[in-house]
């Protein structure tokens, strides 16, 4: 009678496990720790150039720099043609921007009023010098806030990351902050990092994490929120959860087939919507 040949495959598929476990484990810590190393380096993503370049570009863009007392650039501004104006509008923009490429939103804003248009320059962003992080960018915007004109109202727009500084504005100065719009914004950046690596526990890794939701609990003001369908940035469920958890007056503008930060619809409606939302709450 044959005897059945020996069963080699088990014990095989376990000598493999043994070797691939330990070695998958072993790039998962490396991956892991490579991730919380540089994360800084995922979250921001300054575009850089030279004082001349920097010149050159606000002169196209018709954006004049905008000094602190010591003299030293913190961003751009263009003042309304008409004096005195209706109000300031500050505007904080998201990673890979810099102040000169939010001209067109100076444009948008001074078609549908009399508005002062400040841009804040990140640290370590267009030709300032410095390092981005939540720490620096929040100490800019106190900054720049600080030396906003003080005789008329002041209004914040924060795009994508910059949401999260103009969150915190809010949050920190309620009383100085008459109304808000954000674009692609999202309840906490935490959430975002996560969905983009779920297999990462980002909660307990993130330094920079950009709270919004929790900032707002402390303002009261008019909040107007842009959320684009096919953002694949933030996508809208995050700016949804922000826009739901505000108890302040708020407009909500989606657009379906938008991608991040875009507005789809003519600039003179959309901002004439937007500041008539603001002027409609006081």
């Known amino acids: 009678m044959n005897q059945p040949a020996p069963r080699h495959k088990p014990i095989v598929l376990k000598r493999l496990l043994r070797l691939l476990l330990p070695a998958c484990a072993a790039f998962y810590l490396i991956a892991g720790i ?29 954006l004049d720099r905008w000094r602190n007392a010591a003299g030293q650039a913190i961003g751009l501004k263009r003042l309304s ?14 990673n890979g921007s810099c102040a000169v490429n939010c001209a067109h939103y100076a444009d948008g804003i001074q078609t549908a009023g009399a508005y002062d ?29 600080a030396v906003l004109p003080t005789n008329q109202p002041v209004y914040v727009m924060g795009e994508s990351l910059g949401s999260g500084v103009a969150s915190y504005l809010a949050g920190r100065h309620p009383d100085k902050i008459a109304g808000m719009v954000l674009l692609s914004p999202f309840n906490r ?9 779920p297999v990462f526990p980002v909660h307990l890794i993130l330094i920079d994490r950009y709270p919004s939701e929790d900032y707002l609990h ?14 694949s940035v933030v996508p809208e469920k995050f700016g949804l959860r922000l826009y739901d958890s505000y108890a302040g007056p708020k407009k909500l503008w ?13 600039p003179e409606k959309f901002w004439g919507e937007a500041v008539g939302f603001w002027r409609d709450q006081h």
């Open 189 to 197: 950046l935490t959430d975002v990092a996560q969905y983009h690596m």
């Open 117 to 145: 248009v400040f841009i804040l320059e990140y640290p370590g962003y267009g030709d300032r010098p410095g390092s981005p992080s939540q720490s620096s960018l929040f100490q800019a915007a106190e900054e720049g806030l």
């Open 81 to 94: 043609p008409r004096q005195p104006a209706d109000g300031t509008v500050l505007i904080v923009y998201g």
């Open 254 to 266: 989606e657009f379906a087939l938008g991608e991040h930060t875009a507005i789809v619809e003519s």
């Open 34 to 62: 490579v991730v919380s190393i540089k994360q800084r380096w995922f979250i921001y993503v300054p575009p850089t150039f030279s004082i001349q370049q920097g010149n050159e570009m606000a002169r196209v863009a018709n």
């Open 218 to 231: 402390d303002y009261h003001g008019p909040v107007g929120v842009v959320l684009d369908g096919h953002d």
